[in-house]
């Protein structure tokens, strides 16, 4: 049978990545996905900005929205401090089974949490099952059309505190109008732009940083 994309994905990674060494899992998929094959991974340019401002929060708990094959989960975990928590929510069952191998190799599986299911479903029962209140970071990079009622659902639910910062892939291309608008327009939140490109290609793309003002 056809391997699927996302199982070459892993394949080069086990190929070409030494275990244990996350940055070489993120440059083993970069490669792959620059040379061999495209897949929709927030990719180095994009990356080397939201490293910049993981490392700035420093969060302790941060919730990833979209894991697809784990490639920005592995980016962020790596930056974390010891006793942070990293909480990742994918729908997609066969992505999942993946990221978890991508995951492993890259050695951060006590750090991270993949949950399976709908952000819809698992937002409100979040605080209960992971003993988690609120969230220092959230990265969302899944479903564009999800993202402006998740982030209404994140703040009903009590998990977004003064000063928390949520950072969206993809607000140019796909594009994730209403959640621009929103974050933007809002007196609850100061947003900040950073343009870069769709990953792997010239098309323009960008990361939106809002800060939760409570
Ligand atoms: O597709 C599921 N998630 C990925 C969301 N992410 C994206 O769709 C995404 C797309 C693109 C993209 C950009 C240009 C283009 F021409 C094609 C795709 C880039 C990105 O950086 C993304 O992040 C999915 C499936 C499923 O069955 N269940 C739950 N989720
Ligand atoms: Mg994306």
Redesign the pocket.
């Known amino acids: 049978t056809q391997s699927t994309r996302p199982q070459r994905l892993l394949s080069a990674v086990q190929k070409n990545a030494t275990r244990g060494n996350p940055r070489s899992v993120v440059r083993a998929i970069d490669e792959f996905c620059r040379h061999k094959e495209w897949a929709?991974?927030?990719?180095d340019e994009?990356g080397c900005i939201l490293d910049s401002i993981v490392s700035e929060v420093n969060p302790v708990t941060v919730l990833e929205l979209?894991t697809?094959c784990g490639y920005s989960t592995v980016r962020i975990a790596s930056l974390l401090p010891p006793n942070a928590k990293l909480i990742t929510l994918?729908?997609?069952p066969?992505?999942a089974a993946i990221a978890r191998q991508v995951i492993a190799w890259a050695g951060l599986q006590d750090k991270v949490q993949l949950v399976e299911g709908?952000s819809g479903d698992w937002i409100p029962k979040i605080q209960e099952q992971f003993g988690i209140n609120t969230f220092d970071l959230v990265f969302l990079?899944?479903?564009?059309d999800r993202y402006l009622p998740d982030t209404k659902l994140m703040e009903k639910c009590g998990l977004l505190r003064k000063g928390s910062v949520l950072v969206a892939?993809?607000v140019i291309?796909?594009g994730t109008p209403d959640y621009l608008e929103y974050v933007r327009s809002s007196p609850c939140y100061k947003s900040q732009y950073f343009i870069s490109h769709?990953?792997y290609?010239k098309?323009e793309?960008g990361l939106e940083k809002s800060v939760f003002l409570g």
């Open positions: 929709m991974n927030v990719g994009k979209g697809y994918e729908f997609n066969d992505f709908s990079d899944h479903w564009k892939d993809n291309c796909p769709l990953e290609t098309a793309d």
